[in-house]
T-cell receptor, first 115, second 115 residues
Framework: AQKVTQAQTEISVVEKEDVTLDCVYE???????LFWYKQPPSGELVFLIR??????QNEISGRYSWNFQKSTSSFNFTITASQVVDSAVYFCSNAGGTSYGKLTFGQGTILTVHP | GAGVSQSPSNKVTEKGKDVELRCDPI?????LYWYRQSLGQGLEFLIY????????KSGLPSDRFSAERTGGSVSTLTIQRTQQEDSAVYLC?????????????FGQGTRLTVV
């Protein structure tokens, strides 16, 4: 069974600050996939990134970066120089084993970026 | 269409009535998922379809819930004898294949209110 924990319920920052969203996952699968989704006020879940369990290479994409550490079962997400438009709920999720279609989501972190 | 389309966007129904929620996935996507988002339970997996394989129904909360996918495209989620605890946003998603190697694209959801 998969489990995802996002310990931060809400984060509030001022524009241009950097912010890191934490995610810790649990799985017994040797092969699994990790995802981050963003849910703006419009309600639609927007895919941000996917990582395979066998690829620990971290990635930077514009203002976004991800830190995948298998040793600590963490998959953290950082926004550099946050903007008001980054305000949303961010969900970390995983899928693995023979049930790749079953995304297990964390409880989400509400990010509010103030001008 | 360009994205996953769900209808209706909002549905108010009386307790005990049946409801049908519709999902049009992205053309060519073989995998289709239903999730439920509620305040108390977060994002919960309900069911997913992969091509012609038998659907994974392991997330359906009771036998009042059922889903069909006709012709490998449109899906309908049916809730019979609705209860107040069924009130939630029902999200549909589709992906190219259900392998974890491709991300899921979500619709904007159907907000169901049972009164």
């Amino acid at each position: 069974a998969q489990k995802v924990t996002q310990a931060q319920t809400e984060i509030s920052v001022v524009e241009k600050e950097d912010v890191t969203l934490d995610c810790v996952y649990e799985t017994r699968d040797t092969t699994y996939y990790l995802f981050w989704y963003k849910q703006p006020p419009s309600g639609e879940l927007v895919f941000l990134i996917r990582r395979n369990s066998f690829d620990e290479q971290n990635e930077i994409s514009g203002r976004y970066s991800w830190n995948f550490q298998k040793s600590t079962s963490s998959f953290n997400f950082t926004i550099t120089a946050s903007q008001v438009v980054d305000s949303a709920v961010y969900f970390c999720s995983n899928a693995g084993g023979t049930s790749y279609g079953k995304l297990t989501f964390g409880q989400g972190t509400i990010l509010t970026v103030h001008p | 269409g360009a994205g996953v389309s769900q209808s209706p966007s909002n549905k108010v129904t009386e307790k005990g009535k049946d409801v049908e929620l519709r999902c049009d996935p992205i053309s060519g996507h073989t995998a289709l998922y239903w999730y439920r988002q509620s305040l108390g339970q977060g994002l919960e997996f309900l069911i997913y379809f992969q091509g012609n394989s038998a659907p994974d129904k392991s997330g359906l909360p009771s036998d009042r819930f059922s889903a069909e996918r006709t012709g490998g495209s449109v899906s309908t989620l049916t809730i019979q004898r609705t209860q107040q605890e069924d009130s939630a946003v029902y999200l549909c998603a589709s992906s190219l294949v259900s392998s974890g190697t491709t991300e899921a694209f979500f619709g904007q959801g159907t907000r169901l209110t049972v009164v």
